[in-house]
């Protein structure tokens, strides 16, 4: 039997179909023992939003309207991920905390801890369910997926860092008259900003002014010769001959540049070489004084800044848009679509800041670390802004994303998660894990047991499924080797169950004798086990 | 073939995070939770394919003989001859490659227990030429799934589908033919109908003169008969590549068909000793064994030796260029079959300079014009994918061609491009008879012989 046939591997539906109730019906009882509802909530759909990301972002029919989604979707998800540890650890933390005695710190955390783990393994069971069902995990489509991200990421991140800049510099040059550090930065800023933006009136300032002109009259050149004004002229005779006077106007831009350039090094010389009244004395009283006022007028250094800034915007966005309508309009829709979505997302954050900063600092008020939020929350938002906070706080949640990608990619690359199964893997082993956890939680017994025996039968009829599918394709009818192979599953593990309750029975009597011992006991019968299992093997 | 499959393997690692999580949390439940995943690790370890087991399987096939074109509905049937249950038998018929599988799937997944069977059915698209089916591919797992058995398995009952191309007897044989190999022209000569008569001239044939009327008049009379020339029959296959389409996976292509249908009538006319040269229009040089002519044509002529052995050639040269394409197409752009579809710019042009009375400029039709005697009867066959078929019918009947066209209609299911093609087709062909050729509309539903018999009976009496 030829394994090499590429059918598609899509996972009959009778397989399908016990993955998901499995997953469903465990995830939902596991989610009851939890007491932070929200968050578990919150969890359950970003792992289905995630799911929902990674095949948008590989969805060939319509690949820029999916990048686009992929894009805009990464903030939900993204804040989901947070929500559903931070937000846990944040409702829990009310409710645990403070303990009465010390002896009460070590259970509590140990709960607490549970408890996170419980919502983000169901998050990880919903999420592997979810993308089994259209096998969407694999190396190209995570790679993918995680270059969006990255590239929704970035402007936010870029947002976020000039705000954080203005602030942190606004903040350190209000500074300059607190002793210590503060003073040192802000009397440093200060130096090097006064000079240019805010002169000191009553002399000359040539060489710096002369050097902004510069700078200025360059950008506007170089934004002029970008701009298509030529081509948006009509080709008739009588048109006016736009072409010579742009031409004229850029090379008096140049010129003025250029002469700028030349002449602040020797204004420089003079300004600190003869001194002010040497200067004065040199130049007619009428020149020297309309020279002062230009080269020392804070007005006119702002209008130089942003002539520069804004010559420099033109021609980037020129050359962006000149890029932009060479390439096809698909390789632009997925190239741009995540850009697109940064910005749509760093709005939406801006427009949310006030009322999403007041939530978190009331979240935060009501937890043991408000006396953090006094100390340090607050100042902070005094010094940034709402804006600001809040951005940095999306891009923080945006990193945890790319982080799971990464991690998502990581695994796929090393082969712990194979590209066919890695849906049903991924389910088990959050349904496993959320399972164990919770059996440190006011768990019931059964549901412990049924959770252990459930992530397997999902991750065995998950990877039977696909085999199946691959080697006979989901047109053939499978369904009865499919409910005789999990009916096995599950009679296995029903007998391992029996044995754990039984098992646990004898073990609660002697750790109620002699804990230590029957720990120790029970670890030496453990590896005894394990060392006869490999042996059989 | 033997191979234990390390499938519960992970079950160790859970045990040993279950005795971790288990010492973190100081919760004895999960220490002895590890039973669970240790027993998994058991059920794979211990889990053997169980002594004695056997397999027998049996395949029949609905029709050993179809006619290319046919869905053949095969059915396998696998039965537990040995004495344990296997609860889980993939079978893989092993149908011939070159046979599509048109209807159900080859493949089976199930469990049986002793002395049960199971049956898997299929149907394939039969196509020319004799297949053999392969022995079944089956795989059996034990219940954990760790263990597994691959084998061929030998079966019983059909094994080949043989798709024949000839003709086992003259299709028209009670199809009036009134002089085979002679076509009754309007000039008056020797022959047996009378013609005209005329004044005698010397040198006419003794016999010819009217004796009788000599014997009244005293005048020499000859008599004209109605002469009876024999005639070239002239075939010629449409195979350029818009011709080539099908209209679903695995279906021949409007080429073979048009070839599978020329090559019946030039049988039928081989036994019926009319002079048939054959041509195939739109060949690639690699396609024909001994390369294309120098006008692009290939071009078998009645009067050479071996002339039915290199009409074959032709024939079968057909297939290879439609094989050759359909390789072409799956291997690079989906598109590439679609532009062959009707609507094509390359029809566009063929028909504007072929209109009533226009030039003609497509080299392909301009070297079949040049080539044919001057006294010949033309069967054109093709799918009537584009203009190019009426472009050329046009042109013979301007030039006084007797001329037919056999058209396979491709047009099947009810999608609107389908709907598109088979009301272009239908507007072809009519243009097609109103410029004076008779036109063979071949349903392919109907067999090939009515179809056949229609056109040569046609052919014949003109």
């Known amino acids: 039997m030829d394994d090499t046939i590429s059918l598609p591997t899509r996972m009959p539906w009778t397989s399908l179909a016990t993955v998901i109730g499995v997953t469903a019906l465990l995830v939902a009882g596991l989610l009851g023992t939890v007491s932070a509802d929200r968050a578990a909530l919150v969890g359950v759909a970003t792992g289905v939003l995630l799911a929902l990301s990674l095949w948008l972002s590989g969805w060939d029919r319509w690949q820029a309207v999916g990048t686009v989604l992929a894009s805009v979707l990464a903030l939900p998800v993204a804040v989901g991920l947070s929500l559903a540890t931070g937000g846990t650890v944040v409702s829990l933390g009310a409710e645990l905390f403070p303990v009465t005695s010390q002896a009460g710190v070590r259970p509590a955390v140990v709960t607490l801890l549970s408890q996170v783990i419980v919502v983000l393994g169901c998050l990880t069971a919903v999420f592997g369910a979810t993308a089994a069902t259209r096998g969407v995990v694999d190396t190209e489509r995570v790679g993918t997926y995680g270059g969006v991200v990255v590239r929704t990421t970035a402007v936010p991140f870029a947002v976020a860092l000039v705000l954080f800049t203005r602030g942190a510099v606004d903040f350190l040059q209000s500074n300059a008259g607190t002793p210590g550090v503060q003073q040192l930065t802000g009397e440093a800023l200060t130096q090097v900003l006064e000079p240019i933006f805010d002169p000191v009136p009553g002399r000359t300032h040539i060489a710096i002014f002369s050097l902004l002109l510069a700078l200025a009259a360059a950008a506007l050149a170089r934004g002029l010769d970008a701009l298509p004004l030529s081509e948006l002229v009509p080709e008739t005779s009588d048109a006016p001959d736009v072409d010579r006077a742009v031409a004229v106007v850029e090379r008096t831009f140049r010129w003025t540049g250029r002469l700028a350039l030349l002449v602040a090094p020797v204004a420089g010389l003079f300004e600190l070489g003869l001194g002010q009244e040497s200067l004065a004395g040199l130049l007619p009283a009428g020149l020297y004084d309309f020279i002062v006022a230009v080269t020392a007028a804070p007005g006119l250094r702002g209008l130089l800044w942003w002539l520069f800034l804004s010559g420099t915007v033109v021609s980037v966005a020129v050359w962006f848009l000149r890029r932009t309508v060479q390439s096809s309009a698909d390789r632009v829709g997925t190239v741009l679509a995540p850009y697109v979505g940064g910005g749509v997302i760093t709005l939406a954050v801006v427009a949310v800041a006030g009322p999403a900063v007041d939530a978190i600092e009331t979240a935060l008020r009501a937890t043991p670390a408000a006396a953090a939020v006094e100390q340090f929350f607050v100042p902070i938002l005094d010094v940034y802004g709402p804006e600001t906070v809040t951005l940095a706080l999306a891009v923080v949640a945006l990193f945890s994303l790319i982080s799971v990608a990464g991690q998502l990619s990581v695994a796929l690359a090393t082969s712990y998660l194979r590209e066919r199964t890695a849906g049903v893997t991924l389910a088990a082993a959050g349904l496993f894990g959320a399972s164990a956890f919770a059996a440190t939680l006011s768990t019931p017994t059964w549901l412990v047991l049924a959770g252990l025996v459930g992530a397997v039968v999902v991750w065995d009829a998950g990877s039977f499924g696909t085999t199946l599918g691959h080697e006979v394709g989901s047109g053939a009818a499978t369904r009865r080797t499919e409910l005789v192979h999990t009916g096995g599953t599950v009679a296995v593990g029903g007998v391992g169950a029996a044995a754990t309750a039984g098992l646990s029975g004898v073990a609660r009597g002697s750790i109620a004798v002699e804990p230590s011992v029957a720990v120790a006991g029970l670890v030496v019968c453990l590896v005894a086990v394990l060392a006869l299992v490999a042996a059989i093997r | ?462």
Not at chain 2, 112 to 125: F, N, W
Request: hydrophobic letters at 40%; glycine letters at 8%; charged letters at 20%.
């Open chain 2, 1 to 462: 073939m033997h191979r234990r499959v390390r499938r519960w393997s992970g079950g160790l690692a859970a045990a040993l995070f279950l005795v971790s999580v288990s010492l973190l949390t100081a919760e004895p439940l999960l220490l002895a939770a590890t039973a669970i995943p240790l027993i998994y690790v058991a059920y794979g370890a211990l889990s053997r394919m169980p002594a004695g087991t056997d397999l027998q399987a049996t395949r029949s096939v609905s029709d050993a003989q179809p006619t290319p074109g046919e869905p053949v509905a095969v059915e396998l049937t696998l039965t537990n001859t040995g004495s344990s249950s296997l609860t889980d038998v993939r079978v893989i018929d092993g149908v011939p490659e070159e046979l599509p599988v048109v209807e159900g799937s080859p493949r089976l997944c199930t469990s049986l227990r002793p002395d049960e069977s199971a049956t898997l059915s299929y149907a394939v698209m039969a196509k020319r030429g004799t297949y053999t089916f392969d022995a079944a591919a089956v795989r059996v797992r034990t219940l954990s799934a760790s263990d597994e058995v691959t084998v061929d398995l030998p079966v019983a009952g059909d094994g080949t589908l043989t798709c024949s191309n000839t003709v086992s007897e003259v299709p028209m044989a009670d199809a009036t033919l009134p002089r085979a190999g002679t076509l009754p022209t309007d000039t008056g000569g020797s022959g047996l109908e009378f013609h005209s008569t005329r004044s005698y001239q010397p040198g006419d044939p003794v016999n010819r003169i009217d004796w009788r009327r000599y014997a009244k008049t005293d005048e020499l009379t000859t008599i004209d008969y109605r002469e009876e020339q024999a005639v070239r029959t002239v075939l010629v296959v449409d195979a350029r590549p818009p011709a080539r389409v099908t209209p679903e996976p695995g279906f021949p292509t409007g080429a073979e068909l048009s070839a599978y249908a020329a090559e019946r009538l030039f049988d039928a006319l081989s036994r019926t000793s009319v002079v048939a040269s054959v041509c195939a229009v739109g060949l690639a040089s690699e396609d024909v064994p001994g390369g294309l002519g120098p006008d692009g044509l290939a071009w078998v002529d009645a009067s050479g030796g071996h002339a039915a052995a290199h009409a074959r050639q032709i024939f079968d040269s057909v297939g290879r260029a439609a094989a050759r394409q359909s390789d072409a197409d799956s291997a690079g752009d989906a598109d590439v079959s679609e532009d062959d579809q009707p609507e094509q710019p390359g029809g566009e042009a063929t028909r504007a300079t072929t209109a009533d009375g226009g030039t003609i400029e497509d080299p392909a039709l301009l070297a079949v014009l040049a080539r044919l005697p001057p006294t010949a009867q033309v069967v054109v066959f093709s799918p009537a994918a584009d203009d190019w078929p009426v472009s050329l019918v046009s042109s013979l009947s301007v030039r006084e061609y007797p001329t037919t066209l056999v058209s396979p209609s491709l047009a099947r299911g009810d999608s609107l491009g389908a709907a598109v093609a088979s009301t272009e087709r239908t507007a072809r062909l009519q243009r097609a008879e109103l410029s004076g050729a008779t036109v063979i509309d071949w349903d392919l539903d109907s067999p090939i012989d009515v179809a056949l018999r229609a056109s040569l009976a046609d052919l014949f009496s003109v």
